[in-house]
């Protein structure tokens, strides 16, 4: 990208302060700086006006029930072969979101290279990596895994699966991908600046994983293969099922267009996002979303209606991915510590939030779905995010249910 062609865009958007280093800058520096200007989407600097948020949009929320856990149990031989038969037969691949800064943690590398072991070693990739391999004793398959890093960690997250030689899965089942990137700004929307050539930027949210796969290229590996399904999951939770042959046979057995793990929620105040219908179709409101009275709101049998929690473990299907790829999703303004920049040239990192990212999240692909099968599973056996470093949702808490479930530490 040329200077006059960086200035044009940026007099569009009001973020001439970008270049106002250039002419100290080495020709290094000029290149640099010129190439974050041409990846960088300034679209989503819209999102700042609170009209265009997606908040103010949401439409009516009504309750949705799932296949709980009672049903699962009466089925299990049924959805086991049906989801079995599809990991035999190559339909199902799995994506790990793995492009996540993790600053609740405060791990400075990726969190998946976090070491949750007491006695010995044991990181977060390899607990998921070992659930994966539970089903790959059971079906006799490797099931492609794609891993989704960020230009931030990727190199990390790479080296890191050769050294520790892919935790005993074959690599050729593995591939890695990049996200985008987003600008970060203060209040007022001006993009923040980390240095006089560096722009600051972090991951745009874990929403564009299937946009950044067929980026990448793998949309022909995914289609030459013949993959129907893919099981998208997060990095922290180190309990995470993946590809289980029962929620992919219960999905396909019910012919919904996509499938979401869910947990009860253990109380009316939990801080998770719900399955429900908006406008009738599936959609995920967030807990600060849901109003005292959806919170409160209970069904004949005195449970809430609003009950089923999401753990980001979904099952969407390749077609409608496919389908959906291009439209737009709403993007989230979230208030974050952001480094910056000051007038003096110093690189200040703030105690309190101090700007905006901004974000597309993966649980807003739900309600492009024209259905999907909310499936209860065990919150001890299946629930345990390493979000924080003590309290809740923290390495303490999920060391004890890696613990319960006779995992050695
Ligand atoms: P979180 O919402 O917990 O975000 O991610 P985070 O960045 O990991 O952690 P905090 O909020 O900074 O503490 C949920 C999942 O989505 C992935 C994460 O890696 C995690 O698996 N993710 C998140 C991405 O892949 N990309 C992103 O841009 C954000």
Known sequence: MTFDTAEKILLKYGQEHILAYYDELDDGDRKNLLSQIELIDF??????????????????????????IEDIEKNREK??????????NGKV???????GQGTRLGFEKPKGMYDIGVTKELYIFECLINNLLKVVADTGVYVPLYIMTSEKNNDDTMNFFEEKKYFGYDKNYIKFFIQDMAPSVDFNGKIYMESKSDISISPNGNGGWFSSIVRAGFLEDIKENGIEWINVFAVDNVLQQIADPCFIGAVIDSGSQSG???????????????????????????????????????????GLAYKYGVILNYLFSVDR??????????????????????????LINPEEPNGYKFETLVLDMVHLQKSCLPYEVERYKEFAPVKNSVGVDSVDTARELLKLNGIEL
């Not at 691949?93 to 492009?99: D, H, S």
């Not at 009860?264 to 409101?285: F, H, N, Q, T, Y």
């Open 260 to 302: 979401s793990k869910v947990v009860s929620k253990a109380s009316p105040d939990e801080r998770v996002g719900v399955l429900c219908l908006e406008d009738g179709k599936p959609s995920i409101v967030e807990y600060y979303e849901m109003t005292e009275e959806m919170r409160e709101l209970r069904t004949d049998d005195g």
């Open 321 to 346: 991915l496919e389908e959906i790829v291009s439209e737009k999703m709403p993007v989230h303004v979230v208030k974050k510590k952001i480094p910056y920049m000051d007038d003096n040239g110093e």
């Open 93 to 99: 691949a799995t994506v790990l979101l793995a492009g």
């Open 43 to 68: 679209s989503v600097l819209e999102n700042i006006n609170v009209e265009n948020r997606h908040s103010s949009k949401r439409g009516r929320f009504s309750p949705l029930g799932a296949v709980t």
């Open 79 to 88: 959805y086991y072969t049906k989801g079995a038969e599809a990991i035999k």
